[in-house]
Each structure stands twice: as C-alpha cells, then as structure tokens.
Nanobody, 121 residues
Framework: QVHLVESGGGLVQAGDSLRLSCAASGLSSYAVGWFRQAPGKEREFVSTISWSGATTNYADSVKGRFTISRDNSKNTVYLQMNSLKLGDSAVYYC????????????????WGQGTQVTVSS
C-alpha cells in the first residue's frame, strides 16, 4: 500500500505560479501521475513521470506551463504550475502505479486525497 499526500494547493490569481508536492514512503519505485477534477467535470490527466524521471508526459492544455519533476531521495514528486489560468482551477490528485507511466486514471491503484487549486481573475 502506498499512502500519497499532496500539498501546495491554494488560491492564486491568474498568471501566478504554484508548486504542488506529492510525497509517500517508497514513492521512488513508482511512476506518478497528476490528475485534476473540476466541479461537474470528469477527472482528467495532467502529467506523468516515470520512476526514474526520464520520461514525462503532459496534457496539451498544460504543456509549456506545467513541469513535473521528482526527487527520489525525498520520495517526492512535484508539479510546478506557471501562468495559471482560470481553467486550471480544480482539485489536483497525485496517483502512483508500479512499472510504466500511463495517462489513464484507471491505471493507477494508489491515490492521494487531493489538494484544491483555485485561480481567480
């Protein structure tokens, strides 16, 4: 069992930046994905990173603005979010899975509780 804990969410203005963190014991052995869910919408893929950090993927909507990274010495994965837009407002979840990265939420057996990101105009 992997117990994921997200942090770093908050209320910011459009154009601002936030860095989300996802931590768990043993996380260095897992691929990690970030997903988000806005009210009334389905959970959507944001970004993924392989266990080594060598492979990353991004949704088109965040490409060029968000950067995923990890520090395996700290068992932590980060999501740096720059140039935030109103449409980025959502609860952000990190998820972990063994082996390869995937972009579908169903592929991830372990999930955190989520952290709220609210972008205001």
């Amino acid at each position: 069992q992997v117990h994921l804990v997200e942090s770093g969410g908050g209320l910011v203005q459009a154009g601002d930046s936030l860095r989300l963190s996802c931590a768990a014991s043993g996380l260095s052995s897992y691929a990690v994905g970030w997903f988000r869910q806005a009210p009334g919408k389905e959970r959507e893929f944001v970004s993924t990173i392989s266990w080594s950090g060598a492979t990353t993927n991004y949704a088109d909507s965040v490409k060029g603005r968000f950067t995923i990274s990890r520090d395996n010495s700290k068992n932590t994965v980060y999501l740096q979010m720059n140039s935030l837009k109103l449409g980025d407002s959502a609860v952000y979840y990190c998820a972990a899975r063994p082996h390869t990265v995937e972009i579908t939420a169903m592929s991830y057996p372990y999930w955190g509780q989520g952290t709220q990101v609210t972008v205001s105009s």
